[in-house]
């Protein structure tokens, strides 16, 4: 039976509901706005089932990828609406062609929530792209993947290291119709303090779209845009800020709020055991600046043979590249993000009410003076480098 010790044993992938045979597991929200699993003791058969299936408990090797390239989508349109390189939508289409399923975050209706869901047409596509910095609830997406590949369908999941970790151990064997991609993950921000964000920036406005990584500023220095619907049916534009001056992300980014486990990710250096990993080829600019591209370049790892012949399917144009140049701009990859000494603070902070962007404006004050110090000490070694 699950029983967790502390928050930091539990990533949130939901894969003990699915295999609970007893249907005694439920999953509730935590102050943090984070979901944890509920067992209902007394229905309980004392199977087991639960704990082979948790990603925290039940360990993988690192296992290195076959190869390590930059890619860049062909297709301008693809680029454009991608956050990086356009290697998932690829991907995706490839998967579709074949008559397959394909399964990604997409946003609720009402943009307050993101939940996993499959989908087989080309038109539906759009829904799964782009980043959304909110963790997403998985629901019965792994039985109905496996109901997929038991029916001899191809399927493609993309999701983070620990869902397609859970998803692996849910599966308990390997399916040579699955297709699975992760990406390389920050950690996932409370699904609270976004629903706490929105209310508080547009009130009980309709939204109509939202971009966690608008590019109309750039792939390096991309914006969080959120565009509303007008009293006449028009889209008016209600915020547009680039990603290091808005609230929401600049928490996220810096780690307030992620979930506990984010802290010690189970999935981490390959743990995933995923076909193709992806991701934004940061540096690129530096390491290889003929393949560098304004509108967006893809880190993709390739690794296992399976991960290899889809990819030589795709119109892509790809460089070969080196782990070491690729982590080099993406630490995450290999580690799990530090947890911030204020983080409590800044929870029962959130909890108490204080506003999103008060937080904000708290613990970004607070950040911009304990980094005085290091902004001197920067200073002081650049003008000792040009003395004589």
């Excluded at 692996?168 to 921000?189: R, S």
């Excluded at 980094?371 to 040009?386: D, E, L, T, Y």
């Amino acid at each position: 039976m699950i029983q967790l010790k502390t928050k930091y044993d539990c990533c949130g992938c939901e894969a003990c509901i699915q295999t609970c045979p007893a249907k005694c597991i439920s999953f509730s929200e935590d102050a943090e706005g984070f979901g944890y699993p509920v067992v209902n003791e007394q229905a309980c058969v004392g199977c087991g089932l639960c704990d082979t299936v948790c990603p925290v408990l039940n360990a993988l090797e690192p296992a290195a990828p076959m190869s390590v390239l930059a890619a860049r989508n062909k297709s301008e349109e693809d680029l454009l609406n991608s956050s990086s390189g356009g290697i998932f939508v690829a991907l995706a289409r490839k998967v579709l062609q074949d008559n397959g399923v394909v399964y990604g975050a997409a946003f609720s209706p009402d943009f307050q929530t993101v939940n996993h869901k499959g989908i087989e047409k080309y038109e539906d596509l759009p829904a799964l792209m782009g980043s959304k910095y909110l963790q997403s609830r998985i629901g019965n997406c792994f039985s109905d993947i496996k109901a997929c590949l038991d029916g001899k369908r191809k399927v493609l999941f993309c999701g983070t290291g620990c869902q397609v970790k859970a998803l692996k151990l849910f599966l308990k064997k390997e399916y040579a119709n699955l297709v699975a991609v992760d990406f390389i993950c920050h950690g996932v921000p409370s699904p609270a303090v976004w629903r706490s964000y929105l209310k508080q920036s547009i009130q009980d406005k309709s939204i109509k779209s939202i971009s966690f990584r608008d590019k109309r500023s750039g792939w390096i220095y991309y914006s969080f845009t959120l565009k509303t619907a007008g009293p006449s049916g028009n889209t008016v534009q209600e915020i547009s800020q680039p990603y290091t001056r808005n609230p929401y992300l600049w928490l996220f980014m810096n780690d307030y709020s992620l979930r506990p486990s984010c802290f010690h990710c189970p999935a981490k250096n390959g743990g995933s055991h995923s076909d193709i990993t992806i991701g934004d080829y940061w540096g690129i600019e530096d390491s290889h600046p003929s393949f560098f591209d304004e509108k967006g370049v893809g880190l993709l790892m390739v690794n296992t043979t399976k991960g290899q012949e889809i990819i030589s399917d795709l119109d892509l144009d790809m460089l070969a590249t080196s782990l070491e140049e690729a982590v080099l701009e993406n630490p995450t990859y290999l580690y799990s993000r530090k947890e911030p000494a204020k983080r409590a603070d800044f929870f029962r902070k959130f909890s108490a009410g204080t506003p999103v962007n008060s937080l904000y404006g708290i613990y970004k004050r607070k950040k911009s003076i304990s980094q005085i110090p290091v902004f001197f000490k920067k200073k002081i070694n650049a003008i000792k480098k040009r003395l004589p």
